[in-house]
């Protein structure tokens, strides 16, 4: 089994600044992903970025991007120029990769709730 | 292209009573995976569905219950609901649609929040 750990429970920036979310996963798989998901005040479950563990360049989306350590099984999320929008939820996950394709369940962190001040 | 959609958003039930949750994935989205997300447990797998199958399923109750149609929609079944079934509830689509690469990554649902009495 998988576990994923957020050690991070609530963090408070101001706009503009650069915010680094932690995530630490423990798992005897070789083949995974790992994803950050935002869920604002809303509810809704958004993705913000991925990575495929076979992978060694960190993924990068716009003002987001990732630390992806395998070794170390650490997978950090950073925000620049950060945002009133970006308060919310964060959610580190982790997915085994199944051979036939599809989805198998997601592991998640206890998540982070990131607070931008203005 | 539309999102994963599903119904109702909000539920009032009582205790012993059942629930039906509906969720429509992402036109050509084949796997559909429901998760129950709680302040005390966060969130959890509850299974997986692909081509009408359930291929992964979480460690919950047999009153936990859910099936797949030849359109890829789903739905989950709650029985003789308890208090601690109060959730929000989520599903989330897979599949192939737009970059190939992304074809394993989830996409989620604004929820279905649910109250037991």
């Known amino acids: 089994a998988q576990t994923v750990t957020q050690s991070q429970p609530e963090m408070s920036v101001q706009e503009a600044e650069t915010v680094t979310l932690s995530c630490t996963y423990d798992t005897s798989e070789n083949n995974y992903y790992l994803f950050w998901y935002k869920q604002p005040p809303s509810r809704q479950m958004i993705l913000v970025i991925r990575?495929?563990?076979?992978?060694?360049q960190n993924a990068t989306e716009n003002r987001f991007s990732v630390n992806f350590q395998k070794a170390a099984k650490s997978f950090s999320l950073k925000i620049s120029d950060s945002q009133l929008g970006d308060t919310a939820m964060y959610f580190c996950a982790f997915m085994k990769r199944e051979s036939g394709g599809g989805a198998d369940g997601l592991t998640f962190g206890k998540g982070t709730h990131l607070i931008i001040q203005p | 292209k539309a999102g994963v959609t599903q119904t109702p958003r909000y539920l009032i039930k009582t205790r012993g009573q059942q629930v039906t949750l509906s969720c429509s994935p992402i036109?050509?989205?084949?796997?559909v995976s429901w998760y129950q997300q709680t302040p005390g447990q966060g969130l959890q797998f509850l299974f997986e569905?692909?081509?009408?199958?359930?291929?992964n399923k979480g460690n919950f109750p047999g009153r936990f219950s859910g099936r797949q149609f030849s359109n890829s929609r789903s739905e989950m079944n709650v029985s003789t609901l308890e208090l601690g079934d109060s959730a929000l509830y989520l599903c989330?689509?897979?599949?192939?649609?737009?970059?190939?690469?992304?074809?394993?990554?989830?996409?989620f649902g604004p929820g279905t929040r649910l109250l037991v009495l």
């Open positions: 989330a689509s897979s599949g192939i649609s737009g970059r190939a690469e992304y074809q394993e990554t989830q996409y």
């Open positions: 036109s050509g989205h084949r796997s």
């Open positions: 569905y692909f081509s009408e199958t359930q291929r």
């Open positions: 990575q495929e563990a076979y992978k060694q």
